[in-house]
């Protein structure tokens, strides 16, 4: 441990103000004269001499830094994490009786299921939930679903399906998506992510039926949940109030502090729906954060490229409402693991937590059968 972390931990809360989620003040421990820390994407930045001359991390920065790692710390306590679970079988389909046995295999032409015996009722049955009457394996649909949403065109998923022994056509793999992301996303719905009081919204061009339109997008800044998303025509005068309240319902919450560029149609939707001079509780909106030319908004255009890329393989959307638009932001948020966040997905850091060693069967089990 340095002077400065030495210094740094005799600093106490009472010599720190926070502003809000990225300002705070810190009292000099040799005068009154208080110094503003302020945060950046990439570290803090303070205006007293060590920082502002020297270019080092200085104490005020640490104290800020400790403050808010024994903030996250107690909040990861208060925090209730949802647990989706695989559905496992125990108890008959017919009476519900637990007293059931493993009774051979039932196989079709494509794969096998296993089949079970109640001991009460003397009955046989399967459970295939969420994918009854499928001729392909579980497996084999969700690892084409997971090809796809990994950057694969339709075409390239089915070529690959071949080499496991699944003969299907890319027409195939559209209804799959198109089926079982609308029963994963009604599902999901009802479930409230735990996001922080942080959010950005930008967009991004898509075309759509040869068009170029725009896909608004929401996101939480600490746990980089795709919160809620709007299709446009127009870039700068589309009103996205709608997303603004999509947001809302999705948090259960509205946010503290939202980041935007400059667009105004950003600036009429705060205004709107969140802004009030007589309401405590108004949302800050920053349209930028113009310190040291630092727009602080890398996250969000990392979202902007997942979804650049796969736009490049589609070239292009059918229409507005497709399920391909919900199928990424399920993606996002609750299959593909991110290195910014520790490896745990959007979902994980937000206190909703997919068991299992195939996230996509664990929640179409879950959707299936709620």
């Known amino acids: 441990m340095n002077f400065r972390e030495q210094r740094a931990q005799l600093i106490t809360d009472d010599q720190i103000q926070r502003i809000d989620n990225y300002t705070f003040k810190v009292k000099s421990q040799n005068s009154d004269k208080w110094y503003d820390v302020i945060s950046t994407e990439s570290s803090f930045v303070c205006s007293c001499p060590d920082s502002t001359f020297r270019k080092t991390i200085c104490k005020h920065s640490i104290a800020i830094e400790i403050s808010l790692e024994i903030r996250k710390k107690v909040e990861e306590t208060k925090q209730q994490q949802i647990t989706i679970n695989p559905i496992d079988v125990n108890g008959c389909k017919f009476c519900e009786s637990n007293n059931i046995i493993k009774k051979g295999l039932r196989k079709n032409k494509n794969y096998s299921i296993q089949t079970f015996q109640c001991k009460d009722c003397k009955r046989k049955f399967s459970i295939n939930i969420g994918f009854e009457k499928m001729r392909a394996t579980p497996q084999a649909i969700t690892a084409s679903m997971n090809l796809y949403f990994n950057g694969e065109s339709l075409r390239h998923v089915a070529d690959s399906m071949k080499l496991f022994g699944v003969e299907i056509t890319h027409q195939t793999v559209h209804n799959?998506?198109?089926?079982?992301?609308?029963?994963?996303?009604?599902?999901?719905?009802?479930?409230?992510?735990?996001?922080?009081?942080?959010?950005y919204c930008d967009e991004i061009y898509l075309k759509i039926k040869g068009d170029r339109k725009y896909l608004y997008a929401m996101l939480d800044d600490d746990s980089r949940f795709w919160i809620a998303s709007q299709v446009a025509n127009t870039k700068y005068t589309q009103d996205v109030r709608p997303m603004f309240k999509k947001s809302v319902e999705v948090a259960g919450k509205k946010p503290k502090v939202l980041l935007s560029d400059g667009a105004r149609n950003f600036q009429q939707a705060h205004k709107k729906e969140w802004y009030s001079r007589y309401n405590k509780d108004t949302v800050q909106h920053i349209r930028h954060i113009h310190f040291k030319n630092d727009r602080n908004t890398n996250k969000m255009e990392r979202l902007n490229g997942e979804i650049r890329d796969r736009e490049k393989v589609m070239r292009g959307l059918k229409k507005d409402n497709s399920p391909i638009i919900t199928g990424m932001q399920i993606y996002h948020n609750y299959i593909r693991s991110h290195m910014g966040i520790d490896g745990m997905t959007p979902s994980e850091k937000a206190g909703v937590k997919v068991e299992g060693s195939n996230k996509w069967i664990t929640i179409i089990q879950n959707a299936s059968k709620n």
Do not use: A, R
Request: no cysteine; aromatic share 16%; hydrophobic share 40%.
């Open 176 to 199: 799959w998506i198109k089926k079982y992301i609308g029963l994963m996303d009604n599902y999901l719905e009802s479930i409230t992510p735990q996001v922080s009081d942080k959010w």
